[in-house]
T-cell receptor
Framework: DAKTTQPPSMDCAEGRAANLPCNHSTISGNEYVYWYRQIHSQGPQYIIHGLKNNETNEMASLIITEDRKSSTLILPHATLRDTAVYYCIVGDSGYALNFGKGTSLLVTP | DTAVSQTPKYLVTQMGNDKSIKCEQNLGHDTMYWYKQDSKKFLKIMFSYNNKELIINETVPNRFSPKSPDKAHLNLHINSLELGDSAVYFC????????????FGPGTRLLVL
């Protein structure tokens, strides 16, 4: 599975969009980009995933660059409850998710 | 209804004891997992079962033995507990064997004294 690089921490004001970047320059053609988050003391929670095209669901949007070497998770209107560690994971098959260090997002009032 | 449940939520025990953690999912999924999150918050896969068969067995001491009595359950038995086993253990499940969305349980916080 390709490795990912994320900033260790970010801040965002409540109500504003939170844009979380992820670099995955060694991604191969059949590898998906997945985003999970872990709110303090809880189990990780799936957010969104994509292969090539941008994706949107009720939680977030995922923007993948044309060369697929990086992506951005967008939380359009961050709330205090979005404070969590966000993990960008790249992979194609197999059974396990390889969690890295993630980005600790702090949403402030 | 809880999708993925784990018992117990907290477990405090002495070194050398044997303990089990239970996991149940009511999502009808075929694949279940155990992950370990250590004190530095790194989350790592330990085991994965698909249709009751062991698929992944990462470099985990053989004191850890998973058991899947049926597709809805994946238990983790730990023999001769050591201080370094203190961690949060998460169970997860997914619909199939190709990497799909995984649903995690609330975690079991194990403290070995």
């Amino acid at each position: 599975d390709a490795k990912t690089t994320q900033p260790p921490s970010m801040d965002c004001a409540e109500g504003r969009a939170a844009n979380l970047p992820c670099n995955h320059s060694t991604i191969s053609g059949n590898e998906y980009v997945y985003w999970y988050r872990q709110i303090h003391s809880q189990g990780p929670q799936y957010i969104i995933h994509g292969l090539k095209n941008n994706e949107t669901n009720e939680m977030a949007s995922l923007i993948i660059t044309e060369d697929r070497k990086s992506s951005t998770l967008i939380l359009p209107h961050a709330t205090l409850r979005d404070t969590a560690v966000y993990y960008c994971i790249v992979g194609d098959s197999g059974y396990a998710l390889n969690f890295g260090k993630g980005t600790s997002l702090l949403v402030t009032p | 209804d809880t999708a993925v449940s784990q018992t117990p939520k907290y477990l405090v025990t002495q070194m050398g004891n044997d303990k089990s953690i239970k996991c149940e999912q009511n999502l009808g999924h075929d694949t279940m997992y155990w992950y370990k999150q250590d004190s530095k918050k790194f989350l790592k896969i330990m085991f994965s079962y698909n249709n009751k068969e062991l698929i992944i067995n990462e470099t985990v001491p053989n004191r850890f033995s998973p058991k899947s009595p049926d597709k809805a359950h994946l238990n983790l038995h730990i023999n001769s507990l050591e201080l370094g086993d203190s961690a949060v253990y998460f169970c997860a499940s997914s619909p199939g064997w190709v990497r799909e969305t995984q649903y995690f349980g609330p975690g079991t916080r194990l403290l070995v004294l």
